[in-house]
């Protein structure tokens, strides 16, 4: 089955530019989609489709996907930002579609 | 406004079973495939299953393929998850999300419910 690798902690001043990476096996041909979610709260949707925002999100949020990396990128990182991430696709080939990455702690510093 | 609300979790012993509803509003339910996501205490999102918007495609993880059973009631705009069999790693938050697409072969999960806590201990 298809999987997602994200590194466990990224931390960044306020201020700053945060950028967490989910890689996979050419990632770069796949839709990724990513999650905030602070402690207590349910999931979120922040990204999905590589780059597009749902209405509500921040244009501070972004996304990029090539090659065997995806990243999500939180410019001028803000208190309120620090949260788990976790990027997700969907692996139609596969009987067990639904692909989470481990997820990310990003700590505002 | 979109809402899921989730209900049924609670303490249950291991080898026993349960079953989890999520209640919808705010949307066509029965346009929509929706999901159950699972977070065990301190982990992270593990998918869990998958049911299409007229129930002709269901999915599961491995980890519990053959023990649970998604369904859902369109006339209800409820959706279900039976856990039958249950371990003690089943204990988790439990997330009913309604899965959205552009294109039909790539979903992402918006909204989440609140979630609903399953404790499988003895």
């Known amino acids: 089955s298809y999987v997602l690798t994200q590194p466990p902690s990224v931390s960044v001043a306020p201020g700053q530019t945060a950028r967490i990476t989910c890689g996979g096996n050419n990632i770069g041909s796949k839709s990724v989609h990513w999650y905030q979610q602070k402690p207590g709260q349910a999931p979120v949707l922040v990204v999905y489709?590589?780059?597009d925002r749902p209405s509500g999100i921040p244009e501070r949020f972004s996304g990029s996907n090539s090659g065997n990396t995806a990243t999500l990128t939180i410019s001028r990182v803000e208190a309120g930002d620090e949260a788990d991430y976790y990027c997700?696709?969907?692996?139609?080939?596969?009987?067990?579609?639904?692909?989470f990455g481990g997820g990310t702690k990003l700590t505002v510093l | 406004e979109v809402q899921l609300v989730e209900s049924g979790g609670g303490l249950v012993k291991p080898g026993g079973s349960l079953r989890l509803s999520c209640a919808a509003s705010g949307f066509t339910f029965s346009s929509y495939s929706m999901n159950w996501v699972r977070q065990a205490p301190g982990k992270g999102l593990e998918w869990v299953s998958s049911i299409s918007s007229s129930s002709s495609y269901i999915y599961y993880a491995d980890s519990v393929k053959g023990r649970f059973t998604i369904s859902r009631d369109n006339a209800k705009n409820s959706l279900y998850l039976q856990m039958n069999s249950l371990r003690a790693e089943d204990t988790a938050v439990y997330y009913c999300a309604r899965a959205r697409s552009t294109t039909g072969t790539t979903y992402w999960f918006d909204p989440w419910g609140q979630g609903t806590l399953v404790t499988v201990s003895s």
């Open positions: 489709d590589d780059s």
């Open positions: 997700q696709v969907w692996d139609s080939s596969s009987d067990h579609p639904g692909v």
